[in-house]
């Protein structure tokens, strides 16, 4: 896990913290050894709870929602869906000097997908797959999006990523993530209905078992949008050949993969200024994804 505070306001927590938590609310568990799960995600602490339970806890108070949304949604969505996805199986509430709800879940196992996967091509198909059973789930109910948040249309992030860009300044190729931006901006805006869309699928947050793609985590982007914000993985996963697989498999027509894309840049040069001394994974990941759509720009 990173080791310095990565966020202004984040509550730092260790294993200590975690057994004592455990100890006063779930006693059953109160035995279960504790581990901090080295990962580069950024708003959860996560630590394994045994062989079979993980505990998460919020980093931020903007990240104390998604375990409700999970908990709501996922055990609905969960029967459609091809790829496993988390179970929660308990809620803590705020002690030992942590102010935030947190939560229990059960343990999926797995190494993230940075390199893991044996056949991206494969990979690629069963990726469009769990998307593709995402996208059919029925939205009725679903909780209004806000505005900039995933699904919506990119003008909402056209200021940010402007901004990120500035910050960054002579750390990438400015002028050719501003003209990549730019091309996104401007492609038909989606017209169709709102569909689920899990909103962060970085490969931090797919999960490999014997190299092949097995569950889907971190569904705290969980929303109803455009669907061209779930083809990040074309460019933070996917290269040549997969790429193109990903996208034949998703039936992608020129504008969706313009937005696509230029969600991918977005999730890149948002990252980079903000984490650029805080978290090396999650900068290795949104470099090789910048590379990437800047690869790609100037051609479909």
Known sequence: M???????????TDSALVRRLVRGQFPEWAELPVTPVDSYGTDHAVYRLGDHLSVRLPRISGATRQAVREARWLPR???LLPLAIPVQVATGRPAEGYPYDWSVYEWLPGENANGTLA???RAAVDLAAFITALRRADPTGAHRRSTGSRGAPLAELDEQVRRSITQLGDRIDGAAALAS??????????????VWLHGDLLPGNLLVTDGRLSAVIDFGCLNVGDPACDLQPAWNVFAGASRERFRAELDVDDAAWLRGRGWALWQA????PYYWDTNP???????????????DSGGQ
């Open 181 to 194: 931006w730019e091309e996104s901006l401007h492609a038909p805006a989606w017209s169709g209905p709102e």
């Open 119 to 121: 056949d991206l091509e």
């Open 269 to 272: 040069v948002s990252a980079l």
């Open 2 to 12: 990173p080791a310095t505070r990565m966020h202004a306001d984040e509550v730092l």
């Open 281 to 295: 994974g999650m900068i290795r990941q949104a470099t090789n994804a910048l590379t990437q759509v800047l690869t």
């Open 77 to 79: 969505l969960a029967p």
